[in-house]
C-alpha cells in the first residue's frame, strides 16, 4: 500500500474481533502524535516501523501501537514498561482524556470510540475512575468533602454523598480523619483519600496510573496491600500502570509488558518467569526469585511407572517456595494433584531447581 493510499483510507476498526463478555477488550489500538497521525496505522509498511525510523521518517511519534488485550470482570490486570513504554498513554486512552488514533475500545461492551460527550460524561462519573500518582485533592476541603467530590458533581443529596463518603473512608482505614485537611496528612494518607474518591462512586472499573510511585518504600508496600484486600473485599476491575516490576508481580493476576508502545507479553506473572517471550522479558524478571512467583504446576514431571511416592498431596497452584519443606522431607517424590487426580510429580531435584535460581 502506498502512502497516498493510505492517507485516504480510514482508520482500521476491529469491533467484530473485540468482547463484550470483558470489562475492557482492546483491539489494534494505536495513539500516534503528530501530522496526519492517522495514515500511520492505515500504511501496513508505516505501522511495522520501529519507534525511532518512523519518527525519522514521518515526524510522527508512535506512543501506544496496536494493542490487542482484554481485561476479565473482577481481575487486576497489570500494564508495566520502562518510561517512554507508552503505559501512561494507554491507560488516559481508555477513558479518552488523550484521544485514540485507530482502533477499537470496549469497556463493559459498550465501544467508547464511538462515544459522544454525554456517553463520555457518563462513562467517567459512573462506571471508570481513575486514582493518579499525583493526589489532585482540593486543599481546603475536609477529607471528607475531598471524597464526596465526584458524588456532588453527579447531583446526588449531601446527606446520601456524605453518608457513602464515610462508608469508603471507613473501607480504605482514615477513620477518624474525616475532617482533616489534605495538609494535615501523610503521602500514604492522602493517596488513600484518593482511592476513597474514587470508590465513593462505586464505579465497575478502576484505572490506576503509577499510583504509589512517588511513596516511601515502606509506604509504598503498605498501599500495594491496601490494593490487595480492596480488591479482595469490593472485587472491581483494576487496571494498574507501574514500571516496577516486583508491584507488578505482587497485584497483578495477568500482566502485559510494553516496550516503544508496543506489546511484549502478556500472561500470568508465572507464565513471565517461567516463559519469557524473549531477550527483553528475559532481563526483565532474571532477578525475581523463581521460588516466589513459579507454582508446581511449572516443575512437576510425569509420575514413572513403578516409582514409589510419598503420602503427601499438593495442589499444582502451590507456589514453589510454600512446597519446599514438604518436598524435601518427603521420603519420596510427592503427589501433585488437582481435582482428585494424580496430574505430576515433584521431589527434591524439580523443587532445589528453581530454588538454586530464586
Sequence with gaps: MT????????PARATDDARTDADISVRHLWKVFGPRAERIPADPELAALPRAALKEKTGCLAAVCDLSFDVEPGQVFVVMGLSGSGKSTLVRCLTRLIEPTA???????????????????????????????????????????NV??????????????????????DLVGLSGFEKSLPSQLSGGMQQRVGLARALAGDPGVLLFDEPFSALDPLIRRDMQNEVIRLHREVGKTMVFITHDLSEALKLGDRILIMRDGRQVQ??????LVGKPADDYVRDFV???PKANVLTLRWIMRPHR???PLDGHELGPDVLVKDAVRAVLEASAPVKVVEN????????DHEVLGVVAQS
Design 3 to 10: 502512502a497516498s493510499t493510505a492517507e485516504a483510507s480510514p
Design 103 to 145: 482502533g477499537d475500545l470496549l469497556i463493559q461492551g459498550q465501544n467508547i470510540r464511538d462515544a459522544d460527550d454525554k456517553a463520555l460524561r457518563e462513562l467517567r462519573r459512573h462506571r471508570v475512575a481513575m486514582v493518579f500518582q499525583h493526589f489532585g485533592l482540593l486543599p481546603h476541603r475536609r477529607v471528607i468533602d
Design 148 to 169: 464526596a467530590y465526584g458524588l456532588e458533581i453527579r447531583g446526588e443529596k449531601k446527606a446520601d454523598r456524605l453518608a457513602r463518603a464515610q462508608d469508603v473512608i
Design 266 to 271: 502478556v500472561g500470568t506473572g508465572a507464565e
Design 286 to 288: 532474571r532477578e525475581v
Design 305 to 307: 511407572p513403578d516409582e
Design 340 to 347: 482428585g487426580e494424580l496430574i505430576g510429580v515433584v521431589g
